[in-house]
């Protein structure tokens, strides 16, 4: 099993707080010190960085919560006062908590408010943030105005037309699925974006260029000009917490630079990534709050993200934490390197010194060696084609034949012409062997979305859509 650490932002004060978590840990929590006692670790061993990753064992939601009782996993063996819980999306069938103390939402406050003035400034204009996350996601600021309407687009737009033009700014914060149905309501409702500055945060999942380009557009931004205000991608965890990685406009344009160059993006993500594959996002970390390990890497140095929280206010300490995303980590110099090397400009200043290349989860992959990602960002190719469609699509995977199921938007009959634009954005390898447009009521997998819920995007197994296909048979372009 290979792990790897070796990055210069991985210095002796990341390395004293990982020591210091361990040792209240081993001391403090019962089921940790349960673990360590079945894998025959003994604390005194675990004496620097490479000692705790070769030692130390690796922790998933399995022999976790799964496991064992919240008391047992915390510090003291019982839960503190608790200011927050953190449910995350039970998308694999269990769920897990991160809780909160008063004190850590407290320092969780400070560094979200210090990481969002670094990306827009929130401390000299006047802000306010529209909180549109699912599931009963909340963030305080002391910095912002937060309204939280969750998955309300109505409530959302209202909020914009009733406080937008009392704020220098508005920061937008949603998943990808439902900030296409906000932004489309907000066109119907006669929206000008213009008459704003706005800025959006993507979390909850991964998205490609052309879903960056679609939004930005709809809002009136224009990529690759960050200064009007940009779309940026937030990386969180129900149980570790918020915001852990994150994209500044340098990683945003250093994704961008490989996205229209294959030979960089090649060098710079893996000799194996080819258009089967969506781009990985590149983030940055902080080094003193985040220790990353990877494990289990590939001949690329991809492997499984395994996080070490080091925030000592925690009531539930997680050491090498696994949540079945892929990463590689990157060393600054290199990418500055192999970016001289072709050309590409890139301004190092601005580059932050910890990088991360987050590839996806490890669910993602499918049966044809690509990705959902790839299919679902083909959507948004065509910005006139994208406001016709929901976002919602569901692949049914049957051996060598795929089936593409796409929901239409309320209003929108099947066309031909949707079908064209979805596969020309598609690689000629990838393109399903039917490809199935519903009008948006008789979308086989829900009537109507339930921004809640994490949409499953692709199963395996036949296409048993045929038996959920209404009487009246909508159209069917069969490839």
Request: proline share 5%; aromatic share 8%; charged share 25%.
């Amino acid at each position: 099993m290979k792990i790897v650490t070796s990055t210069p932002v991985f210095g002796t004060e990341t390395e004293a707080r990982v020591l210091s978590e361990f040792r209240r840990a081993a001391t403090d929590v019962p089921a940790y010190r349960t673990l360590l006692q079945e894998q025959g670790v003994r604390a005194a061993d675990v004496r620097d960085l490479a000692a705790f990753s070769r030692l130390c064992p690796l922790l998933s939601k399995r022999n976790t919560f799964d496991r064992f009782r919240l008391q047992e996993m915390s510090v003291g063996g019982r839960l503190a006062d608790l200011a927050d819980v953190l449910t995350s999306s039970g998308h694999g069938g269990r769920f897990s908590f991160g809780v909160v103390t008063r004190q850590q939402a407290a320092a969780s406050t400070d560094f979200l408010d210090r990481a969002l003035d670094d990306a827009f400034g929130i401390a000299a204009r006047k802000t306010l943030a529209i909180n549109c996350l699912p599931m009963g996601v909340v963030f305080a600021s002391n910095l912002m105005t937060v309204a939280t309407t969750s998955v309300r687009e109505d409530m959302a737009v209202a909020l914009l037309e009733a406080f937008g033009d009392q704020y220098e700014q508005l920061l937008l914060v949603g998943d990808p699925l439902f900030m296409k149905r906000f932004t489309d309501h907000a066109r119907e409702r006669g929206i000008d974006w213009s008459r704003y500055r706005v800025n959006a945060i993507i979390g909850e999942e991964m998205f490609g260029p052309h879903f960056r380009g679609y939004l930005a557009a709809s809002l009136g931004l224009t990529v690759g000009q960050p200064g009007g205000g940009y779309v940026m991608s937030s990386f969180g965890v129900g149980e570790l917490g918020l915001h852990l990685l994150y994209e500044t406009p340098a990683t945003i344009e250093l994704r961008r630079a490989a996205c229209s160059n294959p030979s960089f993006a090649r060098d710079l993500f893996g000799a194996r990534l080819g258009d089967e594959m969506l781009l990985p996002m590149v983030f940055t970390f902080d080094p003193l709050r985040t220790f990353i390990e990877v494990d289990g890497i590939d001949r690329d140095g991809y492997g499984r993200m395994t996080t070490t929280m080091l925030e000592p206010e925690r009531t539930v300490p997680l050491l090498r934490y696994q949540t079945g995303d892929i990463v590689r980590l990157l060393d600054r110099a290199q990418v500055v390197g192999v970016a001289r090397r072709h050309g590409v400009s890139l301004d190092s200043a601005m580059l932050p010194s910890a990088l991360i290349a987050l590839r996806g989860r490890d669910t993602d992959r499918l049966p044809n060696n690509s990705e959902a990602g790839v299919y679902k960002d083909a959507l948004f190719a065509d910005h006139r084609t994208a406001r016709r469609m929901s976002g919602a699509f569901r692949l049914e995977i049957d051996g060598d034949r795929c089936t593409m199921h796409v929901q239409l938007t309320a209003g929108h009959a099947p066309h031909v012409s949707i079908e064209e634009a979805i596969l020309r954005a598609l690689p000629p390898r990838l393109r399903p062997s039917r490809l199935v447009l519903w009008r948006y009521a008789e979308f086989p997998f829900g009537m109507t979305l339930d921004y809640n819920r994490k949409f499953v995007h692709h199963v395996s197994g036949g296409d048993d859509c045929a038996a959920r296909t209404p009487a009246a048979a909508i159209p069917e372009y069969a490839l």
